[in-house]
């Protein structure tokens, strides 16, 4: 089945660091593949997506390229903020495999950025 | 302002009460979702519907109800609350099946 794999965290930073959460995922069709961020306190909200190979989503100053080489979504920001604290998650939608094309979610990553 | 509304915020639910959760979108959506939350374990769907008229099953359903009447709402019942529902839970929709999903705020449930 469709499975999402996802840096473990917590990561913390210090402002204006470099961030990269890794994602890697395994998917028997054709996925789309989204970044979302949970604020604290709050629901899970769309960061970006891509939704075929070579595809790069962006928002925010958040990037991430969507490698079907390497199975593979990982998230960047070249220069974090405190703002950008939160818990984000790596998340495929199969429309070609098993999945009915329901959304399969890595487990999280806790990110803090300090000042 | 479009978006998903639930209610309640949260809850303190006794064991073995019934329980329903309200889901309401003004999108038009044709896809509805239902997932809890719990630390450690990230989020797993528990029902979904495709269409107004029909639902599934997701990972993990039993204990969970759920109808779609219409296209807007998407109520989830509890029929005999158990302490391991405690969870927050988040309704969900997308245009349609595959498409990217927008969340509700949640509703956070306590059974004691």
């Known amino acids: 089945g469709d499975s999402v794999t996802q840096m473990e965290g917590p990561v913390t930073l210090s402002e204006e660091a470099f961030l990269t959460i890794n994602c890697t995922y395994t998917?028997?069709?054709?996925?789309?593949l989204f970044w979302y961020v949970q604020y604290p306190g709050e629901g899970l909200q769309l960061l970006l997506k891509?939704?075929?190979?070579?595809d790069k989503g962006s928002n925010k100053g958040f990037e991430a390229t969507y490698r079907k080489e390497t199975t593979s979504f990982h998230l960047e920001k070249g220069s974090v903020q405190v703002s950008d604290s939160a818990v984000y998650f790596c998340?495929?939608?199969?429309?070609?495999?098993?999945?009915?094309?329901?959304?399969?979610f890595g487990k999280g990553t806790l990110l803090t950025v300090n000042p | 302002i479009a978006g998903i509304t639930q209610a309640p915020t949260s809850q303190i639910l006794a064991a073995g009460r019934r329980m329903t959760l309200r889901c309401t979108q003004d999108?038009?959506?044709?896809?509805m979702y239902w997932y809890r939350q719990d630390l450690g374990l990230g989020l797993r769907l528990i029902h979904y519907?495709?269409?107004?008229?029909?639902?599934g099953k997701g990972e993990v359903p039993d204990g969970y109800s759920v109808s779609r009447a219409n296209t807007d709402d998407f109520p989830l019942t509890l029929a005999s609350a158990v302490p391991s529902q405690t969870s927050v839970y988040f309704c969900?929709?997308?245009?349609?099946?595959?498409?990217?999903?927008?969340f509700g705020p949640g509703t956070r449930l306590t059974v004691t």
């Open positions: 969900a929709s997308s245009r349609d099946r595959g498409y990217e999903q927008y």
């Open positions: 998917a028997t069709g054709y996925p789309s």
């Open positions: 891509a939704t075929k190979a070579d």
């Open positions: 998340a495929l939608s199969d429309r070609g495999g098993g999945s009915n094309y329901k959304l399969t």
């Open positions: 999108m038009r959506h044709n896809a």
């Open positions: 519907s495709n269409t107004a008229g029909t639902t």
